[in-house]
C-alpha cells in the first residue's frame, strides 16, 4: 500500500509537527505527544481533556481550540495514550476550576485515564470522568468491555466545550457530557478494511461485493456482513438499528442532530448522498433532524465507509451546540 508518510514510526510525531505548523494558536508537543490551547488557563473556566490512538483524526487534537477541548493526548496509531500524556495535560489545562475527561470506552483508555485521574487527584486537582459508549451494534468487541464509544464523542466534547466557554461549574458540565452520550447512538458501515502503517495491509478481509455493518472504528468487526447494497438500503438499517435501540429507553419524540461521518476515505460527494437518504428515513419515522453535520470527524484511517449518530437534542444542547467554536477541524459562529 502506497502512504504519504516517511515510516511508519514517525507517522504521529510527523503529523503533530505539521499540526504544529498549520495551527500556531495551538501548543503541541510533539514529544510528549499533547496538544493544549493556546489560553486552555485563561479566564478561569472548567478544562475538557480527551485522547485516544491516532488514526481516527480529526478526532482529537482537531478538536482542541475555543468552545470545545482544551487539550487532547494521541496515542500511536489504535493505541491508548499513557497515563504520563494525561496528567501533563490535566495539569496544564487546569485553571483551579476543575478537569473533565471525556474518555471513549475502550479498554485502553479507560484504564489509562482512571489513572491519570488518580494521579491528579492526588496532586490537588479536581477531575470528572465521562464515559462515552454510543455504539449501538455490539455489545463486548475486540477493544471494549459494554458499548464502544464512536460519533457522539464529537456532541459531548462540542456541547460540553461550549458550557465551559461559558463558565459553568465542573459537575454542570460533567452532568450535562453525560446526558449527551445518554441520549445519543451511533451505527458504522464499512466498505473496505482500513490499512495501519505498521502492517501496510488490510487489517480484516471484506471481500468485493460486501459490506460490514456495525463496525466500530479500529475496524473491529461488526454484526453482520451482507452483500453490497444501495446507499437507501444501508440508511435504512443504520437509522433504524439506532432509532430502535433508542427507543429503549425513550420514544425519540423530539428533534436530533445528525451526524453523518464518513470513516476516512468515502468522498464528501457519496456522504452528501447518504444524509439524503438518512434524512429521508428520519422523515419517515417522523423524526425532525435540528441540525446535520457531514464528513470526516470520527475516521479509521483510510476505511471506505461511514456512520451515523443522531442525539436526542434538548434546547440546551442545541444552544450549546450553536455556540460558537474554533478549532483546526470545527468552527462556526466566531
Given at each position: 500500500?502506497?502512504?504519504?508518510?516517511n515510516s511508519p514510526?514517525?507517522?504521529?510525531?510527523?503529523a503533530?509537527r505539521g499540526?504544529?505548523a498549520?495551527?500556531?494558536?495551538?501548543?503541541v508537543d510533539?514529544?510528549?505527544?499533547v496538544?493544549?490551547r493556546r489560553d486552555?488557563?485563561?479566564?478561569?473556566?472548567?478544562g475538557l481533556?480527551?485522547g485516544?490512538?491516532?488514526?481516527?483524526e480529526?478526532?482529537?487534537?482537531?478538536f482542541v481550540g475555543y468552545?470545545?477541548l482544551?487539550a487532547a493526548c494521541?496515542?500511536e496509531v489504535?493505541?491508548?495514550?499513557?497515563?504520563?500524556q494525561?496528567?501533563r495535560a490535566i495539569k496544564?489545562?487546569?485553571?483551579?476550576?476543575?478537569?473533565?475527561?471525556v474518555v471513549?470506552?475502550?479498554?485502553?483508555d479507560?484504564l489509562?485515564?482512571?489513572?491519570?485521574?488518580?494521579?491528579?487527584?492526588?496532586?490537588?486537582?479536581?477531575?470528572?470522568?465521562?464515559l462515552?459508549?454510543?455504539?449501538?451494534a455490539?455489545?463486548?468487541?475486540?477493544?471494549t468491555?459494554?458499548r464502544?464509544?464512536t460519533?457522539?464523542?464529537?456532541?459531548v466534547?462540542k456541547?460540553a466545550g461550549?458550557?465551559?466557554?461559558?463558565?459553568a461549574?465542573?459537575e454542570?458540565?460533567?452532568?450535562l457530557?453525560?446526558?449527551?452520550n445518554?441520549?445519543s447512538?451511533?451505527?458504522?458501515?464499512?466498505l473496505s478494511a482500513?490499512?495501519t502503517p505498521a502492517k501496510?495491509?488490510?487489517?480484516?478481509?471484506?471481500?468485493d461485493?460486501?459490506?460490514?455493518?456495525?463496525i466500530?472504528?479500529?475496524?473491529?468487526?461488526g454484526?453482520e456482513?451482507r452483500?453490497m447494497?444501495?446507499a437507501?438500503e444501508i440508511?435504512?438499517?443504520?437509522?433504524g438499528t439506532?432509532?430502535?435501540d433508542?427507543?429503549n429507553?425513550?420514544?425519540v419524540?423530539?428533534p436530533?442532530?445528525?451526524?453523518?461521518?464518513?470513516?476516512?476515505a468515502?468522498?464528501?460527494?457519496e456522504l452528501y448522498?447518504?444524509?439524503?437518504?438518512?434524512?429521508?428515513v428520519?422523515e419517515?419515522?417522523?423524526?425532525?433532524v435540528?441540525?446535520?453535520l457531514?464528513?470526516?470527524?470520527v475516521?479509521?484511517?483510510?476505511?471506505a465507509?461511514c456512520s451515523?449518530?443522531?442525539c436526542r437534542a434538548d434546547e440546551?444542547?442545541?444552544?450549546?451546540?450553536?455556540?460558537?467554536?474554533?478549532?483546526?477541524?470545527l468552527?462556526?459562529?466566531?
Amino acid at each position: 500500500m502506497k502512504m504519504l508518510i516517511n515510516s511508519p514510526e514517525a507517522v504521529v510525531a510527523d503529523a503533530l509537527r505539521g499540526l504544529a505548523a498549520a495551527h500556531p494558536d495551538l501548543d503541541v508537543d510533539v514529544e510528549a505527544r499533547v496538544v493544549v490551547r493556546r489560553d486552555a488557563r485563561t479566564g478561569g473556566r472548567v478544562g475538557l481533556v480527551s485522547g485516544g490512538g491516532s488514526g481516527h483524526e480529526p478526532l482529537h487534537a482537531g478538536f482542541v481550540g475555543y468552545g470545545m477541548l482544551s487539550a487532547a493526548c494521541p496515542g500511536e496509531v489504535f493505541t491508548s495514550p499513557v497515563p504520563d500524556q494525561m496528567v501533563r495535560a490535566i495539569k496544564a489545562v487546569d485553571s483551579g476550576q476543575g478537569v473533565l475527561l471525556v474518555v471513549k470506552n475502550y479498554t485502553g483508555d479507560v484504564l489509562n485515564f482512571d489513572m491519570a485521574a488518580e494521579l491528579a487527584e492526588e496532586d490537588g486537582i479536581r477531575v470528572e470522568r465521562v464515559l462515552v459508549n454510543d455504539d449501538v451494534a455490539v455489545t463486548d468487541s475486540l477493544y471494549t468491555a459494554g458499548r464502544r464509544g464512536t460519533g457522539a464523542t464529537l456532541f459531548v466534547e462540542k456541547i460540553a466545550g461550549a458550557a465551559a466557554e461559558e463558565g459553568a461549574p465542573l459537575e454542570q458540565v460533567a452532568a450535562l457530557a453525560r446526558r449527551v452520550n445518554e441520549a445519543s447512538g451511533s451505527f458504522g458501515v464499512a466498505l473496505s478494511a482500513c490499512t495501519t502503517p505498521a502492517k501496510g495491509s488490510p487489517t480484516f478481509d471484506l471481500p468485493d461485493g460486501e459490506l460490514e455493518l456495525g463496525i466500530g472504528i479500529h475496524g473491529e468487526p461488526g454484526r453482520e456482513r451482507r452483500p453490497m447494497m444501495p446507499a437507501a438500503e444501508i440508511a435504512e438499517v443504520a437509522v433504524g438499528t439506532v432509532l430502535d435501540d433508542m427507543a429503549n429507553t425513550a420514544p425519540v419524540d423530539g428533534p436530533v442532530l445528525a451526524l453523518v461521518n464518513g470513516m476516512g476515505a468515502t468522498p464528501l460527494l457519496e456522504l452528501y448522498g447518504f444524509h439524503a437518504e438518512v434524512a429521508r428515513v428520519l422523515e419517515a419515522r417522523g423524526v425532525l433532524v435540528a441540525r446535520a453535520l457531514v464528513g470526516n470527524y470520527v475516521t479509521s484511517l483510510d476505511m471506505a465507509g461511514c456512520s451515523v449518530t443522531l442525539c436526542r437534542a434538548d434546547e440546551e444542547m442545541l444552544r450549546l451546540w450553536d455556540a460558537p467554536v474554533q478549532t483546526a477541524a470545527l468552527r462556526w459562529g466566531r
